[in-house]
């Protein structure tokens, strides 16, 4: 599972960042795959740049992770306890293991420190994501 935070969202939705616009037509073509994008990652993506959440979503390959009940809830503790805000927060959530999402999750972000330890983050404009340089 490929997760986009908020950072990722932006940078997708901008039009501008090559590889992860090529990450998304390349998993087109792949039925079932999906970039995944938690709910409150795309409405902080909307607040900081109008359109972007409606860009983001033009790009076949992206789903939204609601915000269901227990995902509202163990959201709200990581926020409490200070993992970071509410969008780094859910993003975090979906990068954990989930009953309904088996198999390891990758987290794209522009951000790898506001994630601890045993979330596995790629940077987005890390030398050589996809092979760009």
């Not at 076949?60 to 503790?77: M, N, Q, R, W, Y």
């Amino acid at each position: 599972m490929i997760i986009l935070d908020t950072s990722a969202v932006l940078a997708l939705a901008g039009g501008r960042h090559k590889a992860l616009i090529e990450l998304a037509a390349n998993m087109a073509r792949t039925p079932g795959d999906a970039l995944w994008v938690p709910a409150l990652c795309l409405a902080q993506a909307e607040s900081e740049d109008a359109g972007a959440g409606r860009a983001a979503l033009t790009f076949s390959t992206v789903a939204v992770d609601p915000l269901d009940t227990v995902a509202a809830v163990t959201v709200g503790t990581l926020v409490r306890e200070g993992f970071g805000g509410i969008d780094t927060c859910h993003a975090l959530y979906c990068a954990s293991p989930r009953p309904q999402f088996t198999g390891m999750s990758i987290l794209l972000t522009a951000h790898e420190d506001r994630y601890p330890p045993g979330i596995v983050t790629v940077d987005i404009d890390a030398p050589g994501i996809l092979g760009h340089h």
